[in-house]
């Protein structure tokens, strides 16, 4: 079949933000370093090398106090190379304020976009694009958990066994399972179907292992937008599946795996003219920054020693490795964490590289329990090893049972996550075995997905045997067995 059009069809208001959109924006090759414009008829996801793209964008400081129209903004022109420490402190009492005025639980949480969202609050180093265009539930505002031995505070025993179990006195557990569809995906979704609204797209689509359909059908059903989803017939978790169906995105199931789909959905979106919304889309990376600026303003903007995090096609390791980047840069931060992603070990292929000193790039038939993240051959490889190599970082593999029973101590805390998440944890602990994370560092791991996305895997399944009569005696029989009353 022909490569068809894109049929993108922004109208005269969207045409002129489109404009000065571009002005700003460009695309660079992480391979070969070729610059692309950054909008065009028809989008790009890939250099003409096949490399991956990464946003270039001129950042401007709003000089002016909020509120302002568009016009009567000034702005000066902040290099990101342009290392200040005045800028520092000015982004620090912007964000501050717009966070403060943030009231994202009002029943008219819209008029306070975009600051209500813990994305849109860092619009200039996202996407500088006029509020009104903007497509958000909104996302972000998620909780920085103290779960460590010395940091977890009174009253919080349970949480404290987390820190235990990593054998950490200062550890955080921010939870991205808190976002509107109980995924991080929520912070690129918000900035890919918000350039899909602008660009005039028919329809958007994506590859998935569940969290990025849930989230894909949930914003395009917002803006009135047909979503399609491709997702691997087997092993994907009930609670993600039936959100896209539930949101009424056209759901695909293919016989194959997330690699299979991936390679079909770039194919389908460029012959058939369909906005693409896999993290190749470099503006979903943009938005997922968002996690890596947000938890930095939750510490004050005093950097851990560590970020941790699972891998799977590796958007979100190089998303959150860029923050630090341009935080460092823009003097919000003085220092980059390390940043240490983790693979289940029956998908491994980045720690495959990674031990091989990135001297080639593996790919493997994944396996995993961890369905989340079973994938054989990350899309964004390349992103991911600069951000590795810059931040002298780490990559680590657990097994399934690591995970397991990472999340079982998760889960038993109260927090409760999706078992992906818990390689997280699993990752904490096992660099703190080897001695490469310090026991007195800083350390803070990000649990991915909610609980309830998944409810079989590593949960205590009832048996039909449980059931007890409906009487005061079977009641306290069966409370004296099960808890030594
Ligand atoms: N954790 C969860 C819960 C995920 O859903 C994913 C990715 C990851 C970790 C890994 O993040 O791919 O940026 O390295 N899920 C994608 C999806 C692949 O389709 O939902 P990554």
Redesign the pocket.
């Given at each position: 079949m022909g490569e068809t059009s894109i049929d993108l069809q922004p109208d005269r208001s969207k045409s002129s933000a489109l404009k000065r959109l571009a002005t700003v924006i460009e695309l660079r090759c992480v391979e070969c370093a070729s610059l692309y414009p950054g909008i065009s008829d028809q989008p790009r996801y890939r250099c003409d090398c096949g490399g991956v793209l990464d946003v270039e964008t001129t950042i401007h400081y709003p000089l002016k106090q909020e509120p302002a129209s568009q016009k009567e903004i000034e702005t000066r022109k902040t290099s990101e190379s342009d290392v200040n420490v005045f800028a520092g402190v000015h982004w620090r009492q912007l964000f501050k304020e717009r966070a403060s005025q943030s009231i994202a639980w009002s029943v008219n949480a819209h008029e306070h976009l975009p600051n209500s969202s813990g994305v849109w609050r860092y619009r200039e180093l996202i996407l500088p694009v006029p509020e009104k265009f903007i497509v958000s539930r909104p996302e972000g505002n998620t909780g920085l958990y103290p779960v460590g031995r010395e940091n977890c505070g009174n009253h919080r025993s349970g949480h404290r066994r987390i820190g235990q179990y990593a054998e950490l006195d200062y550890l955080y557990l921010k939870h991205e399972g808190e976002n509107p569809t109980g995924?991080?995906?929520d912070r690129g979704m918000t900035v890919g179907v918000t350039m899909a609204n602008l660009l005039g797209a028919r329809a958007v689509a994506?590859?998935?292992?569940?969290?990025?359909?849930?989230?894909l059908a949930s914003y395009a059903a917002q803006l009135g937008l047909p979503g399609i989803v491709f997702l691997p017939a087997t092993n994907v978790a009930a609670g993600?599946l039936a959100q896209s169906l539930a949101y009424g995105a056209t759901t695909i199931q293919i016989e194959g795996d997330?690699d299979d789909a991936m390679r079909l959905v770039e194919q389908v979106c460029k012959d058939l003219g369909i906005y693409l919304l896999?993290?190749l889309n470099p503006f979903r990376i943009e938005g997922?920054k968002a996690i890596g600026f947000e938890l930095l303003q939750q510490l004050e903007w005093k950097a851990p020693d560590w970020l941790v995090?699972?891998?799977?096609?590796?958007?979100?390791?190089?998303?959150i490795g860029k923050a630090f980047r341009q935080a460092h840069r823009l003097g919000l931060i003085a220092r980059v964490p390390r940043i240490a992603?983790i693979q289940a070990s029956g998908a491994n292929p980045f720690f495959r590289s990674y031990m091989s000193g990135f001297s080639h790039r593996e790919h493997v038939q994944a396996q995993t329990i961890a369905t989340?993240?079973k994938?054989g051959d990350?899309v964004?490889y390349s992103r991911?090893r600069l951000v590795i190599e810059e931040s002298n970082g780490i990559v680590e593999e657990v097994t399934d049972e690591e995970i397991l029973a990472a999340k079982t101590v998760i889960d038993r805390s109260g927090i409760g996550c999706?078992p992906?998440?818990a390689?997280t944890l699993a990752g904490v602990r096992k660099l703190v075995k080897r001695g490469v994370i310090k026991r007195e560092e800083q350390v803070v791991g990000i649990l991915?997905?909610n609980l309830l996305?998944d409810s079989q895997t590593g949960i205590p399944q009832l048996k039909r045997g449980d059931v007890i009569t409906a009487s005061f005696e079977a009641v306290k029989k069966s409370l004296t067995n099960k808890l030594s009353f």
């Open positions: 995924s991080f995906k994506c590859a998935s292992t569940g969290n990025t359909s849930a989230s993600k997330f896999n993290s997922q995090l699972p891998a799977g096609n590796l958007g979100n390791t190089s998303a992603s989340a993240i994938i990350p964004s991911a999706e992906a998440s390689a991915t997905g996305k």
